[in-house]
């Protein structure tokens, strides 16, 4: 490697777009993204978000007007500050930083065509942690229910 190469990290025109809507002390939604653009980021979050919520995302610029539509839009400007006061992003790299880990971990690879099935598995973990009181044994019950009445078969 060049001494002045870097590894490339965050948003890279090699990477698919991934979003996550996080609440803080609660639960996680995450989908893939045909192109990250306002609209495309805005109609997840409209979906997703309560209008009374305060969103707190990164400077990206496709989420500028979000405060036009709910209480309160925060940002933090990363190329300065990651936390201010209580305004960060950090629950949403969590998830992405645990995500990241499985993938490159366990999986060591993931296709884009398979990608929303370990998004709904690494979600489904997120959400299912013990730092929001289910532990194994009541993690596995779910998992289990979810799968009653279905019926389980592949299909790329």
């Known amino acids: ?14 990477k698919t777009p991934v979003v996550v809507l996080v609440q803080r002390d609660g639960i996680a939604r995450s989908a893939r993204l045909a192109n990250v653009t306002g609209d495309e ?14 969103i707190m995302t990164d400077s990206f610029p496709s989420y500028h007007g979000l405060d036009r539509e709910y209480a309160s839009h925060e940002s933090v400007n990363h190329m300065i500050e990651y936390v201010r006061g209580d305004v960060h992003t950090n629950t ?3 998830f992405f930083s645990i995500l ?7 999986y060591h690879h993931v296709s884009e065509v398979h990608l929303p099935r370990y998004l709904d598995e690494f979600t489904f973990r997120y959400n299912n942690r013990i730092g929001n009181g289910v532990d194994d044994a009541e993690r596995t019950r779910r998992a289990l229910l979810g799968a009653e009445g279905k019926r389980l078969r592949f299909d790329a």
């Open 92 to 94: 949403a790299e969590n």
């Open 41 to 54: 980021l805005k109609g997840v979050i409209r979906r997703h978000v309560d209008r009374s919520a305060r």
């Open 100 to 106: 990241k880990r499985g993938i490159d971990g366990v």
């Open 1 to 14: 490697m060049k001494p002045d190469a870097r590894k490339q990290t965050g948003r890279g025109s090699d």
